[in-house]
């Protein structure tokens, strides 16, 4: 898929989560927010034909839910992604019965079974079927996995992303003309920015990043006139969420960055 930003560990993260999976293992993905889990897991499963299904389970989502979503795993064959901080998080006997129902699984497609016994219900078994799971290895996010699951999943790992990249690819598929000197400039100011402006409560992940880029108008053989525009989008998704302390401190950071002023 065209959303998926190929990393240096991107293909180790593939090799052993394919690995796993053809071991009949779950998969445990681990690493920063915003460095691309869900989409890897999403990609890869796209790439060889499956269909995959991304949940965020919350507070309210009962034990009977997990069991009907195992169910749809084993009849479908389908590849089910789990954000485990949110499993971990929500109800207390929620991890247990997933991994009861991740034991069940798993044990009949290893036995070519035909059918396997999920909450006191026989569900035809298709050996296609696949449980992932997404966390976060950073700050206060981070959730260690629960002893029920470590011995059915297989860790696997993905690293943070590298912004300067990744805004130079953004800008040559935009049709920047100087992505070489434009993208690096606002790399540097996303660090900055995550680094100085302290007071304000803004998101300085990839996903900010990609939605500047996103709103830039590129197409111009002109550094000055692009940097301008980057600017400009940067401004405009930035300004109204800063805390007033920091709206000086940001415009120092654009005039030094992109010549902004």
Known sequence: PTSMFHQPLTDRSFATMAMAIDSVHGVSL???????KTQTVVSLGHSIGRMVYTLNCHSTMH??????I???IAQAGVWCCFDYGSVAQSIANTVVVVAQHLNCLLSGIRGALETVDIGGDAIPLSNHGAFLMTRTDQG??????????????RPAGVNSVDHRILCEYLMTAAGCQHYQVVGPQLSLLFELCADCLC?????????????????????????AFEQQQVARAFMAAVWPRLHSDDRPLLRGLLRDTLGYD
Not at 30 to 36: A, D, K, M, N, R
Not at 146 to 153: F, Y
Not at 211 to 218: D, T
Request: charged letters at 25%; glycine letters at 10%.
């Open 30 to 36: 681990c690493g920063p927010t915003g460095s691309g």
């Open 63 to 68: 034990p009977d839910t997990m069991a009907c």
């Open 70 to 72: 195992f169910k749809g």
């Open 140 to 153: 206060l996010r981070h959730v260690p996995i629960a002893e029920d699951l470590r011995s059915w999943l």
């Open 199 to 223: 007071e304000s409560a803004y998101d300085w992940s990839t996903r900010a990043l990609c939605k500047v880029i996103g709103a830039c108008e590129l197409k111009s053989g002109d550094v």
